[in-house]
């Protein structure tokens, strides 16, 4: 046994002493799997809106608010960190497997049951790592709570809530994987997107312009009261113009959504079948489906949280007492920009990397300089950081595709194992995994670049043309993806409670 791996084996007994949620002992009824479901989204959105005790909100800063969504969270709530630490964890156990760092078979149940407890104690190392420099950076306990306790004190209540919150909503997550349907974290994931998407889209609450006026913040009752307040001269001196390039919610952003979504699951429906018969059964025949999609949402997923710590790390050195003090990095507007009161990056290598919100925020800038330009930057700086954001997202998600497919055995060699361990073959090939191996070996490696080249690209441009409810485009892209593979899940489950034999096929109990 390899020393990396040992290693972890010594750590393993430490893991596997956390709280975890049981693995049910036999197989979970269809309806029991939809009541947690549902019990988990419940307790989901209570969360959100209970918001940290003793927090001054008046001069909190939300330090993931351009990637808020696919955070899965609530600023300033018990969910502050959302989802963040679970797959930050997550990437960094899955980096290290992949490049062979850490020498686990995650085929072997010993080495993945090995890879499960140790990333357990990883992600609340994780918490303690993303909460304590949130507190120590941009919230801050109130008065009362620092007259208390000290400051000192404020900040540790502060944390302690924060771990709370993260852990409970892990817990939640293996709820769902355990005892439910689908991932907790796409779950959660699409709950807060489809919030936002329905708010911003049908919200009638009025909300200032800033120039006097005040407005529907929803598309649809934007648009019915332009439709009714203003003359036709006024509609095309400045109606029009507003209603579908200005903020909040513009109707191009509504139109990018619905876009992005008829895509989404066009490319989810496309794929390569393979076809299989059985070794025994003559006549038996089935098909491997090799989707488009291969690698799914999980590449933009990790793309986008390692951007976010990116932007984490870059406002805490530009803007945090203690760490702008570090010589050469330390408030270093070459990294990272940041006018006061503001968390997304607006100069330096990390506005590069932040997306592109709305086509006013670098279309209308390289069109029109004099009247969209920020002062800051040219017509060709904004074609630069399109360009830079837009390859960021489409080679980073190739990376973690490869690194997906190839740590979750969906490579060549996992899937020949498994079509072989289920007695199929392929019609003319001789029945040996190695010569399926090289069958799929065609397939494959391409589809999962095309994959993560795909959903990059989908996720960028949707940032770049904008969504409505400021909900992302990778918030949109995971969204649609997470829905539909809920509903095929649902509809597997259905088929092994309906016939019992299928549950051994789809890897049930």
């Known amino acids: 046994m390899e020393e990396t791996q040992s290693l972890l084996y010594k750590i ?53 608010a351009q990637y808020r969504t ?7 709530s018990l969910l502050q960190l959302g989802i963040g630490p679970i797959v930050t964890a997550s990437i960094i156990m899955q980096l290290f497997v992949g490049a062979k760092i850490i020498k686990l078979d995650l085929t072997k149940r010993e080495d993945k049951a090995c890879y499960q407890s140790v990333l357990k104690l990883l992600v609340l190392v994780m918490i303690i790592f993303e909460a304590i420099p949130q507190v120590a950076g941009y919230l801050t306990p109130s008065d009362g709570l620092t007259d208390a306790v000290g400051s000192a004190g404020g900040k540790l209540i502060l944390v302690l809530q924060l771990f709370v ?13 355990k005892w439910g349907i689908g991932s907790g974290i796409s779950l ?8 936002q998407l329905f708010t911003g889209t049908f919200n009638w609450e009025m909300v200032d312009m800033g120039n006097g006026s005040s407005v529907p913040g929803g598309t649809i009752p934007r648009a019915i009261y332009y439709a009714t307040t203003l003359s036709p001269a006024e509609m095309s001196s400045y109606g029009y113009e507003s209603l579908f390039l200005g903020n909040p919610n513009p109707v191009v952003a509504l139109i990018g959504t619905l876009v992005i979504f ?3 699951a066009y490319l989810e429906s496309t794929r390569i079948e393979l076809p299989l018969s059985h070794g025994n059964a003559r006549g038996a025949r089935g098909r491997y489906p090799i989707k488009l999609l291969y690698a799914s949402n999980i590449p933009v997923i990790l793309m986008s949280a390692l951007l976010a710590i990116v932007s984490m790390v870059a406002l805490l050195l530009y803007g945090n007492d203690l760490l702008s003090g570090i010589p050469f990095i330390g408030h270093n507007g070459a990294i990272g920009y940041f006018e006061e009161g503001s968390t997304t990056a607006a100069g330096g290598i990390a506005w590069y990397l932040s997306a592109p919100t709305g086509l006013v925020s670098w279309l209308m800038p390289i069109l029109e300089p004099g009247t969209y330009g920020d002062g800051i930057h040219g017509p060709m700086q904004h074609i630069a950081h399109v360009a830079v954001y837009f390859t960021v997202m489409v080679m980073g998600s190739i990376l973690f595709a490869k690194f997906w497919v190839e740590t979750t055995n969906l490579g060549p060699e996992a899937v020949a194992r498994q079509i072989q361990k289920s007695g199929m073959q392929m019609p003319g090939f001789r029945r ?5 191996k090289r069958v799929l070996e065609r397939y494959i490696p391409t589809i999962t670049v095309m994959s993560g080249a795909i959903v990059g690209a989908l996720a960028a441009f949707a940032d770049m043309v904008g969504t409505t409810g400021n909900a992302s485009g990778t918030g949109v892209l995971l969204t649609v993806g997470i829905i539909i593979h809920f509903y095929e899940a649902m509809g597997r489950e259905q088929m092994m409670e309906m016939n019992p034999m299928m549950r051994g096929f789809f890897g049930g109990e």
């Open 12 to 64: 393993k007994p430490l893991s596997d002493r956390l709280p975890s949620v049981k693995r049910p002992e036999g197989h979970v009824h269809f309806r029991t799997k939809m009541m947690w479901v549902i019990v988990v989204l419940v307790l989901y959105f209570v969360m959100t809106n209970v918001y940290l005790y003793g927090l001054d909100r008046s001069t909190m800063l939300d330090m993931f």
């Open 70 to 76: 696919i955070m899965a969270g609530a600023s300033g």
């Open 165 to 177: 919150g993260s852990y409970i909503i892990f817990m939640m997550d293996e709820v769902v994987s």
């Open 188 to 195: 959660f994931i699409a709950a807060g997107v489809a919030q």
């Open 262 to 264: 008829f895509i989404v």
């Open 432 to 436: 040996d995994p190695r010569v399926l």
